[in-house]
């Protein structure tokens, strides 16, 4: 009985949903605040991997970027993709971020390069009822369309924070970025919270590209360190992290770059700050 009033349930929110999901612009996606442990209960919280990706929406009928731009995908990719709204990440395996990037970024689609992108679904936004509700019917939805590319995100629980440690350093050890905690009890608000939290070895944010410095010694006639601005104004250095290709040809000024860091001194200055990557147009922040 409650299997038959579920999937009338599903059907009567699937129609409300594809009206909505066709809207000119896909709505704000939720955001993740920091797991700092101690701060939550475990107990109320869905774990996942964070996937090294491109955050994508899906509203229907195209796939955006967090900020909105359209993801020029290939015809065969989005085919029969159901007329409501999907949240995840396109990703095409650890540490491979550089290249499902470059996928995302091409106007036209790489056929070939697409075929090795996969995209990880985690929610479904304009589903009405709370996290583990809308898991539920997230699998659902996934298993229905039956599509190797398109994979409803593994969701399980953990013990306690020193299970939550083990299975972070199981996945950092294979090459993956972290963890993803997802409040069980919450429902989809489009806006920063610890409904979603992000669990990672270290911290990470962006700063704005202001300046050079040259190199010296095996640097010599490269790029030492970046000159970067955080939104706040507080500039740094950044001098670690780069491949010598990245030295001889650095991000370009005004660009905006990822970099990791341990903590922040008194004054709110990064500690062991190291480059990670450009920030990518197509708009990765998950």
Do not use: C
């Amino acid at each position: 009985m409650r299997g038959a009033l579920t999937n009338i349930f599903l059907l009567a929110w699937l129609a409300l949903a594809s009206a909505v999901a066709l809207a000119d612009a896909p709505p704000p996606v939720m955001l993740a605040n920091v797991y700092h442990a101690g701060e939550v209960d475990l107990a109320d919280y869905w774990v996942s991997e964070k996937y090294d990706g491109v955050r994508a929406y899906w509203d229907g009928e195209q796939l955006f970027t967090r900020s909105g731009n359209r993801i020029s995908a290939p015809d065969w990719f989005i085919a029969g993709w159901p007329r409501i709204a999907l949240d995840g990440e396109l990703w095409a395996g650890r540490g491979q971020f550089e290249q499902v990037a470059a996928t995302v970024r091409d106007a036209k689609p790489d056929d070939v390069a697409w075929r090795k992108v996969h995209f990880m679904v985690f929610d479904l936004p304009a589903w009405p009822g709370e996290f583990t509700q809308r898991l539920a019917a997230l699998r659902g939805v996934v298993e229905k369309l039956a599509l190797a590319w398109v994979v409803a995100v593994d969701q399980f629980k953990v013990a306690d924070a020193a299970a939550l440690d083990r299975e972070l350093s199981k996945v950092v050890d294979a090459g993956g970025e972290g963890l993803m905690l997802h409040r069980g009890s919450s429902l989809y608000r489009a806006e920063r919270s610890d409904d979603l939290l992000k669990v990672k070895p270290y911290l990470d944010a962006e700063a704005r590209v202001v300046g050079y410095i040259a190199g010296n010694g095996k640097y010599r006639d490269m790029m030492g360190a970046l000159e970067v601005q955080r939104p706040d104004g507080l500039q740094f250095r950044l001098g670690t992290g780069f491949t010598d290709e990245q030295r001889r040809h650095p991000p370009p000024l005004g660009s905006w770059v990822t970099y990791s860091y341990k903590s922040l001194t008194a004054k709110g200055v990064p500690r062991f700050a190291s480059f990670l990557r450009i920030r990518s147009s197509a708009e990765i922040a998950r």
